[in-house]
């Protein structure tokens, strides 16, 4: 069983940068991870995800430049850099966790998930 823990959200002008992390309790080493976002109203849509290794990443291109996946194995943390923030990056975030060995990006290949944290970029 995995447990995931989001944190890092809060509330940003528009230029500025948050950092989140993904805290993973159970084995998700081998896992591939992944950073979704779900916007008021709207479908919950792909972020950025990274392979077990750290090795290969893929990004949404509205967040590409701007947002950086990285994972960190020996504490069980992903993080997800947002440089840049838009309004349009408001959302609530999710990390996920799926037992991939490539880089997917559909929610459906993602087996665990978290609570979700809030990010809000202001004008």
């Known amino acids: 069983q995995v447990q995931l823990v989001e944190s890092g959200g809060g509330l940003v002008q528009a230029g500025g940068s948050l950092r989140l992390s993904c805290a993973a309790s159970?084995?998700?080493?081998?896992?591939?991870m992944g950073w979704f976002r779900q916007a008021p109203g709207k479908e919950r849509e792909f972020v950025a995800a990274i392979s077990w290794s750290g090795g290969s990443t893929d990004y949404v291109d509205s967040v590409k430049d701007r947002f950086t996946i990285s994972r960190d194995n020996a504490k069980n943390t992903v993080y997800l850099q947002m440089n840049s923030l838009k309004p349009e990056d408001t959302a609530v975030y999710y990390c996920?966790?799926?037992?991939?060995?490539?880089?997917?990006?559909?929610?459906?290949?993602?087996?665990?998930w978290g609570q979700g944290t809030q990010v809000t970029v202001s004008s």
């Open positions: 996920a966790a799926g037992p991939s060995t490539l880089v997917v990006t559909t929610q459906y290949e993602y087996t665990y």
């Open positions: 159970g084995r998700t080493f081998s896992y591939c």
